[in-house]
């Protein structure tokens, strides 16, 4: 069987610090499923993402760029700086995108940052929001839905207060389907 990794990929003016820490929860998380995780190139923003009229970017033209430029069965998080809205799901904003058992992820930290609603900049605040949403995207890439549980890291973050009253872990339910989705990778 051949190991599957997470690459990050930084688009825009994410620090590689972040991303190292970001890799090692994420490794924590979804053993077994992965082998590991890795710091991939950064990607420069694709041309025609950014929506001058409502200064946000484009999520589904990023997730296409992204797709488009990642090989083999390894998982893809990308990680960005930006403000991001999708119109495919008519979403005014989101934190994040992932293909539904698919192969590449998105956050963008922009939302998640106390400094966007004008409070002070809490590096760790921002650092645990990150991670919830990480973890939830790619979650989504492992085939996890959003889950009712509002203590889940798979449970659906409408605000960033939402994203602050969950968990950075997997509820019992959602721990049980991943660990099938381990044991059926493992039997391949």
């Known amino acids: 069987m051949v190991p599957m990794i997470v690459e990050l990929i930084a688009v825009g003016d994410v620090k590689r610090e972040i991303l190292d820490k970001l890799r090692q ?17 950064p990607m420069e923003m694709p041309a025609g993402a950014l929506n001058q009229d409502r200064k946000q970017y484009n999520a589904d033209i990023i997730l296409a760029k992204v797709l488009e430029r990642t090989t083999g069965d390894n998982k893809v998080l990308t990680v960005l700086d930006v403000d991001l809205y999708t119109p495919v799901q008519n979403l005014n904003f989101i934190f994040g995108q992932a293909q539904l058992r698919g192969r590449v992820a998105m956050v963008s930290m922009r939302r998640l940052d106390p400094r966007f609603y004008n409070k002070g900049g809490d590096g760790e605040l921002l650092f645990n929001r990150l991670v919830k949403e990480a973890i939830h995207e790619l979650g989504h890439t ?30 019992k339910l959602c721990r049980t389907k991943i660990q099938t989705t381990a044991t059926i990778r493992i039997v391949r």
């Open 25 to 41: 929860k994420i490794e924590w998380t979804f053993v077994p499923l992965i082998d590991g995780g890795a710091v991939g190139q």
């Open 142 to 171: 492992f085939g996890l839905i959003h889950c009712p549980n509002a203590g889940c890291v798979m449970s659906f973050s409408n605000s960033v207060s939402d994203v602050d009253e969950k968990t950075a872990t997997l509820c």
